[in-house]
């Protein structure tokens, strides 16, 4: 049986929402507006096409994303590639004193942006993750909203990359 490099181009929109649904943080719209762009030469030109459908709306619309994301290092409810990306930063198993400056950060990230601190976390440590959120606070905010959305399509990325890897696929 002979195995397609796109598999993707057969699927419904429902397994096309259910595969892809979740890479941007609870915004499956994102997946449904990229489905009306049919066909996809590759991964990487549906990815494309994902962060154009962000790019093109609204700044209100954007901020909903952004709001979409959880605070890093927090225990509430958030979704599983949420709890597996930060799980694998050590964001998980904080030290009190970790957990009290990032609770901190959190709450001055927020009240002067209006949205969480996103931070693609892969492959960063714990301080590292800290000493990000320390540089960030307090720049222009019209520079940290690009700067979380490029964030935001990075993380869309890097959960693309993972299920393309598990499927024996190149982006």
Do not use: C
């Not at 449904?32 to 096409?49: K, S, V």
């Not at 942006?113 to 990000?132: N, R, W």
């Amino acid at each position: 049986m002979q195995i397609t490099q796109k598999p993707w181009q057969s699927w419904s929109k429902e397994e096309f929402l259910h595969q892809f649904g979740g890479l941007y943080e609870y915004s499956a719209w994102i997946t449904e507006q990229a489905w009306e762009h049919r066909p996809f030469h590759n991964l990487q030109d549906m990815l494309t096409i994902m962060k154009n459908i962000v790019t093109q709306s609204s700044e209100d619309t954007q901020l909903t994303l952004l709001r979409q994301h959880p605070d890093l290092g927090t225990k509430i409810e958030m979704s599983e590639h949420s709890q597996s990306e930060q799980a694998g930063a050590g964001l998980t198993g904080l030290s009190a004193e970790q957990f009290e400056q990032l609770a901190e950060l959190n709450r001055s990230y927020t009240e002067q942006y209006q949205f969480p601190f996103i931070l693609a976390v892969k492959g960063k440590t714990t301080d590292q993750i800290l000493e990000s959120m320390r540089q960030r606070t307090g720049k222009p905010a019209t520079e940290e909203f690009q700067t979380a959305l490029e964030q935001v399509h990075t993380i869309a990325g890097l959960r693309l990359q993972m299920w393309a890897d598990e499927q024996g696929l190149s982006l």
